[in-house]
């Protein structure tokens, strides 16, 4: 008796010491890093982004149509095979433009103070079904508005403050090819799937802050687009 008593204190002890060089290590690992408690919940926190792969439909999203014509549009949820398993995408469309810009697209809000993050990735799957104009337009060409990013079937836009408060446009745009040239757009062939993960969002100039909300979709005259995911991770 005396000795399972003694082997119990011993396993005791040794579980302690386990622990203690557990916390040890890792408390050095942190502060090598250059720890704070913002980068510790980032990385507890660090999707942005609510029901980004629309398993739950569009709950948490909204449509947003723009247009100055009586076109056709709509968002739908659609399950697909996509790599051997049963997946949820995105699918929108614009129809009877008249050659009239507009567009279809889901926004969500998102209200996230990033000031803390070191990084800040979009990872997103798209497709280009169809599109009617070939190229991101004309009409911003010139322009000094950096809101004018020019239109794409398919594009991912996060719209953020800087340190500070001034309101500013992070844009990706996906085409087939472009005469314009326009910064901020990758060409990617129409009918195939296509993986996408930007730069370090947190080295861009202006730094982001502040992200307000987020948009998804397609603009300009008829087109059609999927996405399969849009994610925002931060650490």
């Not at 090598?32 to 398993?55: A, H, P």
């Not at 995408?89 to 567009?103: H, L, M, Q």
């Amino acid at each position: 008796m005396q000795d399972d008593y003694i082997h119990l204190r011993i396993k005791k002890i040794y579980l302690i010491v386990f622990a203690l060089l557990l916390v040890s290590f890792a408390f050095g690992y942190i502060v090598g890093r250059g720890f704070n408690v913002f980068t510790y919940l980032s990385w507890w926190e660090k999707e942005l982004i609510k029901n980004g792969d629309f398993d739950d439909n569009l709950n948490y999203w909204d449509v947003v149509h723009n247009s100055n014509v009586n076109d056709v549009y709509d968002v739908i949820v659609k399950t697909i095979k996509l790599n051997d398993s049963d997946d949820k995408i995105v699918e929108f469309y614009r129809n009877n433009s008249y050659a009239d810009g507009g567009t279809v697209a889901l926004k969500q809000q998102l209200g996230v103070d990033v000031s803390h993050f070191s990084e800040l990735y979009l990872r997103t799957r798209v497709r280009i079904i169809n599109y009617t104009e070939l190229n991101t337009g004309w009409w911003c060409e010139g322009s000094s508005n950096p809101f004018c990013v020019g239109e794409s079937p398919v594009f991912v836009k996060i719209f953020y403050k800087d340190k500070d408060g001034k309101r500013h446009l992070w844009h990706v745009g996906f085409i087939e090819s472009d005469i314009y040239n326009k910064t901020g757009y990758v060409y990617i062939p129409v009918n195939e799937w296509y993986d996408f993960e930007s730069e370090n969002l947190m080295n861009i100039d202006p730094k982001p802050a502040f992200i307000d909300y987020i948009l998804v979709g397609g603009t300009g005259w008829d087109f059609k687009g999927d996405i399969s995911y849009v994610h925002l991770y931060g650490k």
